[in-house]
Each structure stands twice: as C-alpha cells, then as structure tokens.
C-alpha cells in the first residue's frame, strides 16, 4: 500500500494515550501513509479526554516534518453513551467533504468489562455497558464511516486480542465482545468485499489496561499470567506492536476479515 500523494481520512478510536496514540504517531510519520498526503487530509482523534487528545496531537506534530497538508481534528465522546455518540458522529461527518481518495477507520477504544466477579454475579447495566462500548457503539461508528465516504477506498482496522480466539479467566465480557467485533468484520468482508477490513491483535501491551488486570481482576490465574509478563519484560511496548501494524498494512496481502496476532507477522 501505498498512498502518498492522495487525500486521505483516518479516525483513530481510543487514540488518546498507549495503542492509538503509537498508531496516530506512526501514520504521520510514514512516508508512504500520511506524511506526505495532499492538501485537505486529515486524521481525526476520538476518546473521552481532549487533553490526553491535545497531546497526542502535539505529540504528532513533533513527529512529522511537515503537517500542512493534514487537519488534525479532536472528536471528544463516551463510548457508553450510544446516544451522544450518535449525535456527536453523525454532526461531524455531516461537516466533511466525501472526496477523500483512501479513507481509514481505526476502532481501538475498548473496555474491559466487569473483570472483578464471575459471570454469575453480573448486572444487567455491566453486560450493557461493555457491549455498548465494545460492539454496539462501534458496529454504528463503522457503519456510518463507510457510508459515508462509500466511493472511497476503505479500510477498517479492528484492535483485536488472543481473547477474541482464546478465553481467558474472569474474562467474558471482553472475551465474548470482542469475538463479536471480529465476527462483524469477517461478515464486512462478505457484503461489501471491496471494503479492506483486518482484525489486529497487538499482543500483551504494557498499558494501563494490564495494570487494570492486575489490579482488579477476580481470577489469580489471569492475574498471574500478565503479571509474569510483566516480570519477566516479555510484554510487548504498544510502539512496537504499532510498528508491526503499520507494517502489516502497507504490505496490504492480508485476506479481508483475517484475525492477525502480532506473533504471527514476519
């Protein structure tokens, strides 16, 4: 792949600190991707907080020679509130043009659910909430993207995980979730064949989510298998699982809908 010299969209979920933020780095840095795009590109960066936002904007501007062919935007929602969602996305994308000539969708954002009781003891509001912000929220923002920009070239990059293929303890809500997202893009690929869709997984990160895991979750097995990564250095920095990425799609050989590990690219 290679479209430098094109206008190109990208929307980064979750793109306000570890994972998203490498991979908004990295775009931006890469000579055949976005670092040298034509005059009205533009990557727009989605998460709750606008200053962990602002600094990954700033953070990409330090990294880029030259950013006066891109528009950075901030999109600023709560992936739990389907109904905000909806307002905020669609007001946005009613402001912009849809002759953008390669146009990306990165869904990162996730939540890892009640971690902290076995599945018998769920509330109804905790299943809702972990299927909002992990599948229902993000199968509308995927849906409305491609709509939208239709006569583009598109690409949905899903942040996938082992869970979606392998359960882990005290796990279900993320586990089953995120097989559901992964799903949803094998069906993608079926509909709408041109449509380049990829489920990622990025391998154990060393983020906030692993110390959440750590810290919070109910199952001393899980406990114990991420805090040996962590003792042992074998988790992985999101900088480099981004790398892989960014590798992954510039190489474009990937079959639509494949679930690809970080362990699995050369």
Request: glycine share 4%; with cysteine; net charge negative.
């Amino acid at each position: 792949m290679n479209i430098s010299n094109c206008k190109n969209l990208c929307f980064i979920t979750g793109s306000s600190r570890g994972f998203g933020r490498c991979i908004a780095e990295l775009l931006v840095q890469d000579e055949q991707l976005f670092a040298n795009c034509k005059a009205g590109s533009k990557i727009v960066l989605c998460g709750r907080s606008i200053n962990d936002l602002e600094d990954t904007k700033k953070l990409m501007i330090q990294f880029c020679k030259d950013l006066s062919n891109i528009t950075i935007d901030i999109l600023t929602f709560d992936l739990a509130n389907a109904a905000e969602v909806e307002k905020e996305f669609k007001n946005y994308l009613a402001t912009l043009d849809e002759d953008f000539e390669n146009c990306f969708f990165f869904n990162n954002a996730a939540t890892l659910g009640n971690i902290s009781s076995v599945f018998t003891e769920f509330k109804i509001n905790e299943i809702e909430m972990a299927y909002t912000v992990n599948v229902v929220v993000p199968i509308f923002l995927i849906s409305q993207f491609c709509n939208k920009f239709i006569k583009s070239n598109q690409y949905v990059i899903q942040t996938s995980t082992l869970a979606a293929i392998q359960p882990l303890s005290c796990m279900s809500l993320y586990c089953s979730s995120k097989a559901s997202m992964d799903m949803f893009l094998q069906a993608i690929s079926i509909d709408h064949p041109k449509i380049r869709t990829l489920n990622y997984a990025p391998g154990p990160l060393d983020t906030d989510m692993v110390q959440t895991i750590i810290k919070d979750i109910r199952s001393d097995e899980t406990k114990k298998l991420f805090g040996d990564m962590i003792s042992n250095a074998t988790i992985l920095q999101p900088i480099d699982s981004s790398r892989k990425l960014i590798q992954l799609l510039k190489r474009n050989e990937f079959k639509n809908g494949d679930h690809v590990d970080y362990f699995d690219i050369k």
